[in-house]
Structures are given as C-alpha cells and as structure tokens.
C-alpha cells in the first residue's frame, strides 16, 4: 500500500467548453450544445485523472460555475452584490447576497457525483461549499421576513443534504471547502468569525455518524484564483488550533507554497488529535513550474517527521481553478503536476515502508 493522496477538485476547463459558455451567454449556443461541451470535458477529465494514477478521482467540478456557488443555480433570491473578497494582486471576487427567503439549493452535489460515475472506474471524491462560506450571503441589513435565525436552520438543512446526497449517489469520500477559514482571521482578528465558522460547520457534521465522518473531510487554504491569494499573509497558526476542533477526519492542507513549511508542520504535530489524518499540500497550484516527483518525494519526508504515517497523506494546495474563468494554469500543467503527485507519493511510501 501507499500513503493516500486524492486532488482538491478543480481542473482548468478545456477552451472549447471556456468559448462555449461564452458563446451560450452572448445567446449564440444552444443549451444542447452546451450540454455535450461539458459532458466532453467531464469525460475527458475523468479518463485524464485516471491516466495519471490516481486511486481517487473526481469530476474537476468541470460543470460548475465555481467551488462557492454551485450551490446558486437558478436562484431567483440572489443579487450579485454581495460580500466582495480581495485578492492580494488587486482583483476580486464578489459573493451574491440573499433577497428573499427561503434559502434553498438550486442543484446538490449528488448531481455531479451521478454523472462522474458515468465514466469513472476508481472512486469518485467530491468536493462541496461549507454552510459557512455560504452564510456571508445573508446580508448585514437583513431579509424582510426572513430571520438570520431562520436562514441559518435553512442552510444547514441544505449543506447536510448535499453531503448526504453525495454518499447516496455514491461518493467515496467528501470534501468540505473551508476556505474561507484563514480569510475569517483576516476580517476579524478576534477570531470570533472563525469561531461562529467552527460552530457552525459543526452543526452540520453533527448529523453524521462517526463513520460517515470517517469519510468526511475539509480543505483549507488562503485561496487561490488567477496565481493570487486572499489570505497567505494570515499566520497558520491563528487557524490550526480551531481547525482541527472540527468534527471531520480528514484535513487536506495547504502546504507546498508555504514560506516556512516546518513551522505549520510543527504546529499540526502540536494540536493533531487521535484519527485525524492530515493530507499535506506537496503541489503549489500557483506555480507553474510542474514539481518534479523527487521534489515531492522530499517535501512528503519531511512532513512525516511531523506527522504519524498512519494519519498522513498528500493531496494539491488547492484547486486548480476554482473559478470557470480562471484559466492562469493550463490544463495540461494540472494533469502533469497531479501526476508527479502520484509519482511521489509512491516514492516516499516506499522508503516509509508504508
């Protein structure tokens, strides 16, 4: 056996779908057409991400909009002005915001689970939005007759079943995106963000067995979109100790762009508790060198000094386009570092006898 490794989720579109969208918003596509685009590109990624190795696949969330708001199609209680996020090169992304209640999914998870496994002959992995990512679009002023109260019921409500549904369509394991864990230390150095965050992700994850948790992971990281981050400059160590009050069993954790990587790993060593397992970044998704699989073999090595085998695994410092536009790293990159990933995970399993 090897040490574990499973990607992030996303993978850069390939340019007939990216045109494609753009022709079907200018109303020069039809929606048929469209359809068999991205039913090409999840085809393709699949058999790409299965060419490369991988014991785990997923769709490459070739179908989404974007990691956040997926959850959003369709909705006809959202305007776009909502919470605007800075990225450290100057650009933004900006959050919808809630008009009306009540708050409800226009597609789950499951969906996109349910068409991967079309085409999928290795386990599918699938990553979804946290309650609390989505809780920034009840806005400050509020909803006319719609509590705060009675939106928060509403989103857990629907974060558990978009879980649940993933399990039911028959997801191996499930990814909680939580990026926005680091950012919250940045908005509010307190950390009383980031605790209603852990407070409330755990409300959802109460709904789950201990062995459903066992399948239930989360990711963290400062962002990444168009080779920039939002929060990088927040030290880990104001989001590990909380992190890991989460109610998950697998953490999959930024690493590889890290300026002082021992430091996070010393400070994971200090706060990791029993049956947690710690998927380590080993690819800088920012980076458009491809890492060579020695150099992961190496940075793998050397989180072992810090982390249990038994609780270590590798994974990507985060997806490779979060967003559909973001197209700052060529497919190709995407599947060739994921390879080397591969490649250097068996490397270090080897000489960890493991």
Do not use: W
């Not at 490369?52 to 305007?79: C, H, M, R, W």
């Not at 928060?152 to 369509?169: K, P």
């Not at 908005?187 to 959802?204: A, E, G, T, Y």
């Amino acid at each position: 056996m090897t040490l574990p490794t499973e990607s992030i989720g996303s993978i850069p579109r390939p340019p007939a779908l990216l045109e494609g969208i753009e022709q079907f918003r200018l109303g020069k596509l039809s929606q048929a057409k469209l359809d068999a685009l991205y039913e090409d590109a999840l085809k393709d990624t699949i058999a790409r991400l299965e060419a490369t190795g991988s014991p785990v696949i997923s769709d490459g969330e070739q179908t989404k909009s974007s990691f956040a708001t997926y959850p959003l199609l369709n909705l006809t209680n959202i305007a776009a002005d909502g919470v605007t996020i800075p990225f450290e090169d100057g650009h933004t992304r900006q959050l919808p915001k809630l008009t009306a209640g009540p708050f409800k999914y226009g597609i789950h998870a499951g969906a996109y689970v349910k068409a991967a496994k079309r085409y999928a002959h290795k386990p599918i992995k699938e990553a979804v939005i946290s309650a609390s990512a989505l809780s920034l679009l009840y806005p400050a002023e509020g909803v006319p007759g719609y509590s705060r109260e009675a939106f928060i019921t509403d989103l857990i409500q629907e974060t558990v079943a978009d879980i649940r549904g993933c399990f039911e369509a028959g997801a191996y394991h499930v990814q909680i995106d939580f990026t926005e864990g680091r950012l919250s230390v940045k908005l509010d150095p307190s950390k009383k963000l980031l605790q209603d965050f852990i407070d409330l992700n755990n409300r959802v994850l109460s709904h789950f067995t201990i062995e459903e948790r066992k399948r239930i992971g989360v990711h963290t990281c400062p962002g990444g979109d168009h080779d920039s981050t939002h929060s990088a400059d927040v030290d880990y160590a104001d989001l590990i100790p909380d992190l890991f009050k989460l109610d998950a069993t697998n953490f999959y954790m930024q690493l590889a762009s890290e300026k002082n990587p021992e430091q996070v790993l010393g400070i994971i060593k200090n706060h990791l508790k029993p049956g947690q397992r710690i998927y380590v970044g080993v690819i800088d998704v920012i980076n458009p060198d491809v890492e060579e699989p020695e150099q992961v073999r190496d940075r793998i090595l050397q989180a072992a000094d810090y982390i249990p085998v038994a609780q270590l695994g590798t994974t990507d410092d985060c997806g490779f386009s979060p967003f559909e536009d973001d197209t700052s790293t060529g497919r190709d990159t995407a599947f060739a570092k994921i390879k080397s990933r591969i490649i250097g995970t068996e490397l270090a399993s080897k000489i960890l006898n493991c």
